[in-house]
């Protein structure tokens, strides 16, 4: 299958048990949102760019909407919302998800959440409901996730998601002066659990 025989999807809205997850809209709301995620040094120290301000958020979410546009869609940067805080298509977004796509069948996945919220399990349902929308939806045969060595929760995630650690990639990433390694996860549209999908 080609990356255009590949359905695109738009706009995207998953649910989990907790969560759920929709397009960016370029409103203060999300813009305040995403800053609070990409603006936190202790957030951002396990992504692979520098702390953003609130115009740079800005930025990001007018590119996400462009990168949405695009046929066939190769990109879906996401806002994560909490179901608790009212209809996910106006709740403020508390993180966000990413699903790239690669080409022959192939994404990577990503994922930041607000750090008031880590240790509550809500990046594992992010990842179910990635993995839903990459195997389910866009009928992908792998995905792939690569991972800060030091970031230990962010593996145990994956693990728990049925990723396989590949390997390390080394000096995969320069930022703040130095080269860092990364350690690439993966999982195949055969080893993925659909009832772990957690998308409604």
């Known amino acids: 299958m080609t990356p255009e025989q590949v359905p695109s999807v738009r706009p995207v809205r998953l649910t ?57 869609r190769t990109v879906y940067r996401l806002a994560v919302t909490l179901r608790s805080d009212g209809r996910p298509a106006d709740a403020p977004p508390v993180g966000q998800a990413v699903l790239g796509l690669d080409g022959d069948r192939a994404g990577t996945l990503g994922y930041a959440l607000r750090r008031d919220l880590w240790g509550n399990g809500y990046a594992g349902e992010i990842v179910a409901m990635l993995c839903g929308l990459g195997f389910g939806r866009l009928r992908l045969h792998r995905l792939a996730a690569r991972v800060d060595p030091a970031n230990t929760a962010s593996a145990r995630v994956l693990t728990r998601a049925g990723f396989h650690l590949e390997g390390r990639i080394r000096h995969d990433l320069f930022l703040h002066g130095t080269w860092h390694d990364s350690d690439q996860f993966s999982l195949l549209e055969d080893e993925w659990v659909e009832e772990a999908a957690g998308q409604g």
């Open 16 to 72: 989990g048990p907790r969560l759920a997850i929709r397009e960016f809209h370029l409103t203060p709301q999300d813009v305040d949102g995403l800053h609070a995620v990409f603006g936190d040094a202790e957030t951002a120290r396990f992504l692979p760019f520098e702390p953003r301000d609130a115009e740079e958020c800005a930025d990001q979410i007018e590119l996400y909407l462009e990168e949405a546009e695009k046929r066939p």
